[in-house]
C-alpha cells in the first residue's frame, strides 16, 4: 500500500585484519538493499593512495558478480571500503549520480556515500560555482565531498575539514568518507537518518542499520550520535562531538516503514515499534471482523500487534514476490499498478468469505491501496478493513524521502471518508498523533513529523526542488 521510497544506505569499515573488504562490504548492501534497489556501489582503499570502485545500476547480486568482486579484491585487500545503495528518483537516473562517488583532489583521493537531502544545495551550489565549482552530478555527496576537499587544504586533518563544513550543511545527511589512511562516518546534527557502529573481528563498521553489521557477523556496539562524527584509523576509533547540539529530528517512518524489523534504531527495536503501532491502532479503531492480515512487509509486524491486542487471529494474507522492487521504483503509475498485483498474490483460502482487517504503514497517493483491496475482493473477502500504523500523510518531505508535492497526497485532497471510497473499503482507520508518540517514545532520540505535522525541524530553502540541474537552467533562463 505504501508508495513512499527512502533514498540510500551506506556503509563502511575499516580494515584492521586481512579482511576481503569488497566481500566484506558486498554482505552489508545485501542487508541493506530494501534502502535502495535501483544502482548500489562499492569502493575500496587499495592502499596506495588511490580508491578502487565499481557502481552500476541494478541490485546488488545484479552488480556485483563474482567476477566483479574478485576484480576488486585481487587488487588488494585494501585499508577501508565504503558501499552505497540508491533509490533513484526518475529525475536523478544518470550513471554519474550513482554512488559511491571518487574525487581526487590535491590531498589525494577520498571516496564519498551519503544518505540525505540537503535542503539548502542549490543556494551552496550557486555560491560555489560563483567561486569556480563545477558539478558533474546533482548528488549531495558530490557537493559535499567537494566542500571537505576545498576545507581539507587548510587543515591538518580530514575530520578538521568535516567539522568546520558541517555547520553550512542543512537537512539530513548520514555519510561514509575514505581518504587514504582513514574511514570516517558522519550524522547531521539533527540525527534524520540512521547511522551505527559495529565491529567484526578487530575491525570497526558504520552502518545506516544495525541488521547490515549482523549480516556481516559482526557485532553492533552503539548508534552514532545526532552530529557526531567517527573517525577510524590504524590508531583506532576516535570521536568527535564539536556538532552534537543535544536535540534530535530522527525520521519517524524509520520506525513506521523505512528500517528493517531486525534492526535496532537509536535504541528502539524497530520489530517492537511497529507491534505497539497495531496495538495502538486496534485501541483506536476496533472492529468486528474474522482475520488480521499485513501487507507484506512493512505492514505485517503491525497486523501482529493489531491481532494480539484484538484477540483477532491473525493470518498470512499475502505472498510476496520477493525477485522485484518496492512499487515506487516505477517511474508510472500504470507500471505501479502492474507490479502490485506481480509483487502480491492473495492467499484465497485465509480470506475468502470473511471480514478482513488489512494493516499497511501508510497511504500516498491511493492507487496502490486500492488495487490491493481490488485483490482481496477478488480473492473473495467480505468485508475489508483498512488499517494504517501512520497519521495521513500531508505534508512534502525535504530530508530524503522522495515525496517532495503535495499534488502526490490523497490526504491533501480528500477526506478520510473519501479515500475510504475511492480505495473501496468498508471503513478505514488511520494512528492518531497520540498514538504516533507511543511507539516513538521508545527511541532514545525525538522525532521528525514533518511530513504528518507540518512541522519542519529546519529551515527548507530549495522547497519544491526535484531535478536540481533542471531548476538550475531555469533559473538561468530567466
Given at each position: 500500500?505504501?508508495?513512499?521510497?527512502?533514498?540510500?544506505?551506506?556503509?563502511?569499515?575499516?580494515?584492521?585484519?586481512?579482511?576481503?573488504?569488497?566481500?566484506?562490504?558486498?554482505?552489508?548492501?545485501?542487508?541493506?538493499?530494501?534502502?535502495?534497489?535501483?544502482?548500489?556501489?562499492?569502493?575500496?582503499?587499495?592502499g596506495k593512495g588511490q580508491?578502487?570502485?565499481?557502481?552500476?545500476?541494478?541490485?546488488?547480486?545484479?552488480?556485483?558478480?563474482?567476477?566483479?568482486?574478485?576484480?576488486?579484491?585481487?587488487?588488494?585487500?585494501?585499508?577501508?571500503?565504503?558501499?552505497?545503495?540508491?533509490?533513484?528518483?526518475?529525475?536523478?537516473?544518470?550513471?554519474?549520480?550513482?554512488?559511491?562517488?571518487?574525487?581526487?583532489?590535491?590531498?589525494?583521493?577520498?571516496?564519498?556515500?551519503?544518505?540525505?537531502?540537503?535542503?539548502?544545495?542549490?543556494?551552496?551550489?550557486?555560491?560555489?560555482?560563483?567561486?569556480?565549482?563545477?558539478?558533474?552530478?546533482?548528488?549531495?555527496?558530490?557537493?559535499?565531498?567537494?566542500?571537505?576537499?576545498?576545507?581539507?587544504?587548510?587543515?591538518?586533518?580530514?575530520?578538521?575539514?568535516?567539522?568546520?563544513?558541517?555547520?553550512?550543511?542543512?537537512?539530513?545527511?548520514?555519510?561514509?568518507?575514505?581518504?587514504?589512511?582513514?574511514?570516517?562516518a558522519v550524522r547531521d546534527?539533527?540525527?534524520?537518518?540512521?547511522?551505527?557502529?559495529?565491529?567484526?573481528?578487530?575491525?570497526?563498521?558504520?552502518?545506516?542499520?544495525?541488521?547490515?553489521?549482523?549480516?556481516?557477523?559482526?557485532?553492533?556496539?552503539?548508534?552514532?550520535?545526532?552530529?557526531?562524527?567517527?573517525?577510524?584509523?590504524?590508531?583506532?576509533?576516535?570521536?568527535?562531538?564539536?556538532?552534537?547540539?543535544?536535540?534530535?529530528?530522527?525520521?519517524?517512518?524509520?520506525?513506521?516503514?523505512?528500517?528493517?524489523?531486525?534492526?535496532?534504531?537509536?535504541?528502539?527495536?524497530?520489530?517492537?515499534?511497529?507491534?505497539?503501532?497495531?496495538?495502538?491502532?486496534?485501541?483506536?479503531?476496533?472492529?468486528?471482523?474474522?482475520?488480521?492480515?499485513?501487507?507484506?512487509?512493512?505492514?505485517?509486524?503491525?497486523?501482529?500487534?493489531?491481532?494480539?491486542?484484538?484477540?483477532?487471529?491473525?493470518?498470512?494474507?499475502?505472498?510476496?514476490?520477493?525477485?522485484?522492487?518496492?512499487?515506487?521504483?516505477?517511474?508510472?503509475?500504470?507500471?505501479?499498478?502492474?507490479?502490485?498485483?506481480?509483487?502480491?498474490?492473495?492467499?484465497?483460502?485465509?480470506?475468502?468469505?470473511?471480514?478482513?482487517?488489512?494493516?499497511?504503514?501508510?497511504?500516498?497517493?491511493?492507487?496502490?491501496?486500492?488495487?490491493?483491496?481490488?485483490?482481496?475482493?477478488?480473492?473473495?473477502?467480505?468485508?475489508?478493513?483498512?488499517?494504517?500504523?501512520?497519521?495521513?500523510?500531508?505534508?512534502?518531505?525535504?530530508?530524503?524521502?522522495?515525496?517532495?508535492?503535495?499534488?502526490?497526497?490523497?490526504?491533501?485532497?480528500?477526506s478520510n471518508e473519501e479515500?475510504?471510497?475511492?480505495?473501496?473499503?468498508?471503513?478505514?482507520?488511520?494512528?492518531?498523533?497520540?498514538?504516533?508518540?507511543?511507539?516513538?517514545?521508545?527511541?532514545?532520540?525525538?522525532?521528525?513529523?514533518?511530513?504528518?505535522?507540518?512541522?519542519?525541524?529546519?529551515?527548507?530553502?530549495?522547497?519544491?526542488?526535484?531535478?536540481?540541474?533542471?531548476?538550475?537552467?531555469?533559473?538561468?533562463?530567466?
Amino acid at each position: 500500500m505504501s508508495a513512499l521510497e527512502h533514498e540510500c544506505g551506506v556503509i563502511g569499515i575499516f580494515n584492521s585484519d586481512d579482511l576481503d573488504l569488497a566481500h566484506e562490504i558486498y554482505l552489508g548492501l545485501f542487508a541493506l538493499q530494501h534502502r535502495g534497489q535501483l544502482s548500489c556501489g562499492i569502493a575500496v582503499n587499495n592502499g596506495k593512495g588511490q580508491c578502487d570502485f565499481i557502481k552500476d545500476f541494478g541490485l546488488v547480486p545484479e552488480v556485483f558478480t563474482l567476477e566483479k568482486l574478485r576484480s576488486l579484491s585481487e587488487k588488494g585487500r585494501g585499508i577501508a571500503a565504503i558501499g552505497h545503495v540508491r533509490y533513484t528518483p526518475s529525475d536523478f537516473s544518470e550513471l554519474s549520480n550513482n554512488q559511491p562517488l571518487v574525487m581526487r583532489y590535491a590531498r589525494g583521493s577520498i571516496s564519498i556515500a551519503c544518505n540525505g537531502s540537503l535542503t539548502n544545495y542549490l543556494q551552496l551550489q550557486n555560491e560555489l560555482e560563483k567561486k569556480g565549482a563545477i558539478f558533474q552530478t546533482a548528488s549531495d555527496a558530490e557537493l559535499i565531498g567537494y566542500m571537505i576537499a576545498r576545507q581539507r587544504i587548510k587543515t591538518e586533518c580530514i575530520e578538521d575539514a568535516i567539522e568546520q563544513i558541517m555547520p553550512r550543511l542543512e537537512g539530513a545527511y548520514s555519510f561514509t568518507v575514505i581518504s587514504p589512511k582513514k574511514l570516517v562516518a558522519v550524522r547531521d546534527p539533527n540525527g534524520f537518518r540512521p547511522l551505527c557502529l559495529g565491529k567484526i573481528k578487530n575491525s570497526y563498521i558504520t552502518a545506516s542499520e544495525s541488521c547490515a553489521i549482523q549480516s556481516m557477523g559482526g557485532t553492533f556496539i552503539r548508534d552514532i550520535e545526532p552530529g557526531e562524527v567517527v573517525v577510524i584509523d590504524k590508531n583506532g576509533l576516535r570521536s568527535h562531538r564539536k556538532n552534537c547540539k543535544g536535540t534530535s529530528s530522527l525520521c519517524v517512518f524509520e520506525y513506521i516503514y523505512f528500517a528493517r524489523p531486525d534492526s535496532i534504531v537509536d535504541g528502539a527495536s524497530v520489530h517492537l515499534c511497529r507491534r505497539e503501532a497495531g496495538a495502538v491502532l486496534s485501541r483506536e479503531y476496533p472492529v468486528n471482523a474474522d482475520v488480521v492480515i499485513g501487507v507484506p512487509d512493512s505492514g505485517l509486524d503491525a497486523a501482529i500487534g493489531y491481532a494480539n491486542e484484538s484477540g483477532i487471529p491473525y493470518e498470512i494474507g499475502f505472498i510476496k514476490n520477493r525477485y522485484i522492487g518496492r512499487t515506487f521504483i516505477q517511474d508510472k503509475q500504470q507500471e505501479r499498478e502492474k507490479s502490485v498485483q506481480i509483487k502480491l498474490n492473495p492467499i484465497r483460502c485465509a480470506v475468502e468469505n470473511k471480514r478482513v482487517v488489512l494493516v499497511d504503514d501508510s497511504i500516498v497517493r491511493g492507487t496502490t491501496s486500492a488495487n490491493i483491496v481490488n485483490l482481496l475482493r477478488g480473492a473473495g473477502a467480505k468485508d475489508v478493513h483498512v488499517r494504517i500504523s501512520s497519521p495521513p500523510f500531508l505534508n512534502p518531505c525535504y530530508y530524503g524521502t522522495d515525496i517532495s508535492s503535495r499534488d502526490y497526497l490523497i490526504a491533501c485532497k480528500l477526506s478520510n471518508e473519501e479515500i475510504c471510497r475511492q480505495i473501496g473499503a468498508d471503513s478505514l482507520g488511520y494512528l492518531s498523533f497520540n498514538g504516533l508518540n507511543k511507539i516513538a517514545g521508545h527511541s532514545n532520540l525525538k522525532v521528525c513529523d514533518a511530513c504528518f505535522s507540518g512541522n519542519y525541524p529546519t529551515q527548507i530553502v530549495d522547497a519544491g526542488i526535484n531535478d536540481k540541474f533542471s531548476s538550475k537552467l531555469k533559473s538561468i533562463k530567466k
